[in-house]
């Protein structure tokens, strides 16, 4: 599943992974799913996304100052990737943060993003311990070698349908990303 954004993003938006009805049906990360019909419409209005809807790759949808990728790559059975698979996709999230090089700040979008993301600075280095990082709706952690990470609920239909997760909950994190990116 390609990723989707602006290269000179300073905010990413870190995911879990393709979802099987969504993006790997329209070739877009959160596009033509209830995740998707949840996040663009606060992408836009923080505006990140040159429009509140995306159904398709060929719908003009634009993004600035921001790039969406996940921690695997292809859609787990039951939204529940496997340590293996998660082990396998992870060179690919490496060299996008690498190649991101304005990247600033990076909203952790559920659990196992924001545990995918310590991960990966593990790996490459900067992370010594993961003592202390906890992840919670809201938090924001300076991490070693600059990056801000911010964690928010995973905009799926089963926290957005119960009210675990609004839309000015998580408009007021990607209106928090952008502050910290400086955008």
Known sequence: ????????????????????????????PFTGDGSGDFLYPVLHQAGFA???????????MELKGLWITSVARCAPPANKPTPEELR???????QEISLLTDLRVVVCLGRIAFDGLLAHLARTGPLKTRAGYVFAHGAEYKLPGGLIAIASYHPSLQNTNTGKLTRPMLLKIFRRAGKLAEL
């Not at 300073?10 to 393709?18: F, H, I, K, S, T």
Request: charged share 20%; hydrophobic share 35%.
């Open 1 to 28: 599943m390609p990723s989707f954004g602006d290269p000179n993003a300073r905010v990413m938006a870190l995911g879990l992974a393709p979802g099987a009805h969504g993006s790997n049906r329209t070739g877009r």
């Open 50 to 60: 040159s429009q509140p809807k995306a159904v398709s790759r060929e719908d003009g």
């Open 88 to 94: 396998s996709c992870a060179p690919w999230l490496d």
